[in-house]
């Protein structure tokens, strides 16, 4: 018999196609699992045995979400995922914010900005006090020049001991004799950057000095648009495209004097460290790949290619390379609830960090003077680097044990659907079109995007809900004035995302690396960092620990072993050009 005669009598006379797809869709596509033959539970109408071969209900079924551009193979996939991993998380949601009606207590935090254009706050707040520099020399060797922070470089621009133009020779030349080894790199902005440079020469040599970025080479993570240049965003489906516009932060940058030098790897459609070139490497062990989609920027800066780098984050595209990677960089305040994406720092200290964001953000965040910080009370989470907690106490920072309190445990569930949802809306085209067959990593985003393509908006709304439940009970469990914690524990990363909670990844020390080769004489190491967590809008808070932190400690000025990684290690040293 088949399906349709079978279950048309539960329709009781409602023979219309649409409302037996409908039924098809409850019984069916919510039940089914992938195999020859499939045993099918209806709720109340005992059991039947459906066969995949025939797919006029599925079809019918996704024909009601206008997505009959599915296969098969594929639909059978969404309706494993959809009973896997949708249908939970769903249930979890309207357990916690849809029991009552009416939704007075648990509203959307979806959010609309009703403000035309670009207007802008008319609060201006004060900058940092940053270290004042004197008596800075010229390293002799470019390797060390390389790993000079920003106001270490401004200052010798500054004094004309050095001018743009000459140390962004030094970091192209960088960046095109390691890429060989950490593929990082998708363009080089050669061009731009020579004409950058000597804008920025010229400027200084009229007297006019921009601020500490003036002349200082970087890069931008390739999701980043700049007028005659490709945005790959790391997808062989986009490679070529270029996108004629300049991004706000890039803007931003280039109006403090800012040099880039090179569009900087985006894993695919920002997601990990697989990109249409390749899979980047962590220049502290080039065994491993770098984790997180922000892998060329984190590289890159790690390995000394660049001063700093941009690089963004939706879930854990910050902190996973950072902490890989060994390097220090911000996740800011989430700026928007309504997505989720922001852009960040890669730097080789925090004060770095620090005059990054004044740069980009528009608006310079509250100061906060060292001295500031013996009025702070900080807590520590049981996974915290320690050495963080007993230096911050030693510089009289009030330390406490610290627990961060919730009940919604659907933290993850809740991200992946703000996420999935959000990145489809974008790439619906990309998907519709069979354009996600040649993603160059089937397992991410083409699976995550055809499960989000059978998300009910009621369940979309009821996750948005039980966000702001997570919002205000992490709000009401703050009692801190800041944290420390893990930085890449995967609850805290997906709970920090969905709150907005800005946090700095601080690298706090080396342990040796799984299985050494013999007699362990490797220079490969394993990086440690911790981070450190401030409430939203709070981001000074984060940066000024993390700036006493490193003031008395020296694990961010470590330079990692790319050229020489040990006697007897059975990895040789990477390939590199052989430019000079």
Not at 268 to 282: C, E, P
Not at 431 to 449: F, I, M, N
Request: glycine residues 6%.
């Amino acid at each position: 018999m088949m399906l349709k005669e079978k279950y048309l009598p539960l329709v009781s006379g409602w023979t219309h196609s649409g409302i037996t797809c409908v039924i098809f869709l409850a019984v069916i596509c919510c039940r089914t699992v992938a195999s020859d033959v499939k045993k099918v539970e209806s709720d109340e109408h005992g059991v039947c045995w459906a066969r995949v071969g025939h797919s006029y209900p599925l079809k019918c079924a996704f024909e009601l979400f206008d997505s009959s551009f599915f296969n098969n193979t594929k639909m059978l996939e969404i309706v494993k995922g959809q009973k896997e991993f949708n249908i939970p998380i769903f249930t979890a949601n309207r357990k916690l914010v849809a029991s009552v009606n009416g939704g007075l207590h648990d509203p959307s935090y979806l959010v609309f900005n009703s403000a035309w254009g670009s207007e802008q706050s008319q609060h201006v707040t004060k900058r940092f006090k940053y270290p004042s520099l004197s008596g800075i020399k010229k390293p002799r060797s470019e390797q060390d020049i390389a790993f000079m922070s920003i106001l270490e470089l401004g200052e010798l621009i500054k004094t004309k001991q050095i001018t743009s133009k000459e140390l962004t020779k030094i970091f192209l030349k960088r960046l095109k004799r390691y890429n060989h080894a950490l593929e990082a790199v998708v363009t080089y902005t050669e061009e731009l950057a020579y004409k950058q440079a000597k804008e920025a020469d010229k400027l200084l040599a009229q007297g006019v000095y921009l601020g500490p970025l003036h002349g200082i080479p970087y890069g931008l993570k390739d999701i980043i648009a700049v007028p005659h240049y490709k945005t790959t965003w790391g997808s062989r489906s986009f490679k070529n495209q270029v996108l004629d516009i300049e991004a706000w932060v890039y803007k931003r940058l280039k109006s403090a004097g800012a040099v880039l030098v090179a569009k900087l790897v985006s894993g695919s459609l920002a997601y990990d460290d697989i990109w249409f070139g390749g899979r980047t490497r962590n220049p502290w062990n080039i065994e491993e790949f770098s984790t997180g989609s922000s892998a060329g920027p984190a590289a890159s800066t790690s390995a000394g290619m660049v001063p700093f780098a941009i690089g963004s984050e939706t879930a854990g595209s910050v902190t996973y390379p950072a902490a890989r990677c060994g390097v220090t960089a911000l996740r800011p305040t989430l700026a928007q609830l309504a997505e989720l994406d922001k852009l960040g720092p890669f730097c080789r200290s925090a004060t770095d960090c620090a005059i990054i964001l004044d740069a980009i953000r528009g608006k310079d965040p509250d100061d906060l003077s060292s001295r500031d910080i013996l009025l702070l009370t900080v807590g520590y989470l049981e996974d915290a680097e320690m050495e963080v907690v007993h230096v911050l106490a030693s510089k009289g920072v009030n330390m406490i044990p610290f627990k961060l309190n919730y009940t919604v445990d659907s933290v993850q569930g809740i991200l992946n659907f703000t996420m999935d949802v959000d990145m489809l809306a974008h790439f619906d085209e990309w998907q519709r079109s069979g354009k996600d067959d040649v993603y160059e990593a089937q397992e991410q985003w083409p699976t995550e995007l055809r499960r989000a393509r059978v998300i009910p908006a009621v369940d979309y709304v009821q996750a948005q809900r039980a966000r702001g439940k997570l919002i205000r009970e992490v709000r009401e469990s703050f009692t801190v004035d800041a944290f420390i914690g893990n930085a890449t524990d995967w609850e805290r990363v997906c709970l920090g995302n969905l709150v907005g909670l800005p946090v700095i990844v601080v690298p706090t020390g080396f342990k040796n690396i799984p299985n050494p080769p013999p007699n362990n004489t490797t220079r490969r190491r394993t990086t440690i960092t911790t981070g450190i967590y401030a409430p939203p809008e709070r981001d000074h808070i984060a940066l000024a620990l993390a700036m006493a932190y490193q003031s008395v400690t020296n694990h961010h000025r470590q330079q990692p072993p790319i050229d020489d990684l040990g006697p007897n290690d059975p990895i040789p040293s990477p390939p590199t050009s052989s430019l000079s």
